[in-house]
């Protein structure tokens, strides 16, 4: 098999969700030109469902109503110079979600510039709209998509193990034997 031609399973689709992408920009052309480049795009046999919101506020929402978003890109520059910056904050800090991996896009580099924003937020990448071009936004999305599969994996097990926890300390905390006995029938 060829190191770059797809087997016959990447290339079928699955039943899986797709990964949901969120498009936060205000210039409706952006979410034209990112949905166009990743229309087919797929990842471990799902494809993607792309989310739109062309303001901070609307972002937001989005991630309000879809708490399970893989990758946003996020415009630094919407409503107000930093609308984008705050609705990073906001992700990270009101909702609560490490998970979803988080790119900033920006036209005015300068606006906010990369080094100090990458320092003072929990973005995953930040990237100049003109550097973009598909192949680099493909490899961006994998990479992205990638990284929040890992992180989904390491909150099941982890979820896996507190379950695990819980019910031996029940099991442990039995008296007798007959206790003990109770309380394996019962976990299992």
């Given amino acids: 098999m060829s190191l770059f031609k797809k087997s016959k399973t990447e290339q079928s689709t699955s039943r899986q969700a797709p990964w949901k992408i969120a498009i936060i920009d205000d210039e409706e052309g952006v979410h034209e030109v990112t949905k166009l480049t990743l229309r087919k795009f797929n990842f471990e046999k799902r494809g993607v469902e792309f989310l739109s919101a062309h303001s901070g506020a609307e972002g937001l929402a989005l991630f309000k109503a879809n708490p399970d978003i893989a990758l946003a890109f ?28 988080l790119i900033l896009r920006t036209g005015q580099p300068g606006q906010a510039p990369e080094e100090e924003v990458i320092r003072r937020y929990d973005i ?24 929040y599969r890992d992180i989904q994996t390491i909150e099941q097990g982890k979820r896996g193990m507190e379950d695990v926890l819980k019910s031996s300390s029940s099991v442990l905390a039995s008296q007798s034997l007959a206790q003990f006995g109770t309380a394996v029938l019962k976990q299992t």
């Fill in 74 to 101: 996020v415009d630094v520059v919407m409503e107000t110079d930093d609308a984008g910056l705050n609705l990073v904050d906001a992700i990270r800090n009101e909702l609560n979600n490490h998970t979803a991996r």
């Fill in 124 to 147: 995953n990448d930040y990237k100049a709209k003109t550097e973009l071009s598909s192949l680099k936004l493909r490899s961006c999305v994998y990479t992205a998509i990638r990284s």
